[in-house]
């Protein structure tokens, strides 16, 4: 802050307005970006925040096409060890329409589909899952397992930590 008033010195009351003026709209842009990933940290706590934020901003880039189907997404699901296999895969299949690829030992369910914030809150609200990531693949079709668990709790610890 005190670099900022600095620049504005000497150069006319006008110029120090302007600066302190973007650094206080800059710092409300940092706020608002705070509290959004509390928002949703708090409503997905098992969800990759970047996934939640990419599948709003895709959401509402065409709300048309997107309001009740939603953008294709390949979605990672990790669950605890003894997760029953086949318990999951029906949730997975009742929640989104797909069956999903069951990866190791049955704690990793991947699946490609129409991914909207319900079925997202769906998938988090399960008992066993410890977190879930997803990349958006549009028309193309998913490429299979990209995370591992230890990918959701870095990410995690990234966003934490900002």
Do not use: C, W
């Amino acid at each position: 802050m005190t670099e900022i008033s600095r620049e504005g010195e000497g150069e006319g009351q006008g110029q120090g307005d302007t600066n302190s003026k973007a650094f206080y709209e800059l710092q409300g842009l940092r706020n608002q970006k705070e509290k959004i990933e509390a928002s949703y940290r708090e409503i997905f706590p098992n969800v990759d925040p970047y996934l939640v934020h990419d599948l709003l901003l895709r959401m509402y880039q065409d709300p048309v096409k997107n309001k009740t189907k939603g953008p294709m997404y390949t979605v990672e699901v990790f669950t605890k060890q003894g997760t029953d296999s086949q318990k999951y895969k029906d949730h997975i299949l009742a929640t989104t329409g797909t069956v999903p690829g069951i990866y190791d030992k049955g704690t990793h369910y991947v699946t490609h589909m129409r991914l909207t914030l319900e079925i997202l809150k769906r998938l988090n609200n399960f008992d066993y899952v410890l977190g879930i990531m997803g990349d958006f693949t549009g028309s193309n079709p998913s490429m299979g397992p990209r995370y591992d668990i230890g990918d959701f709790q870095k990410r995690r610890q990234e966003v934490d930590d900002t």
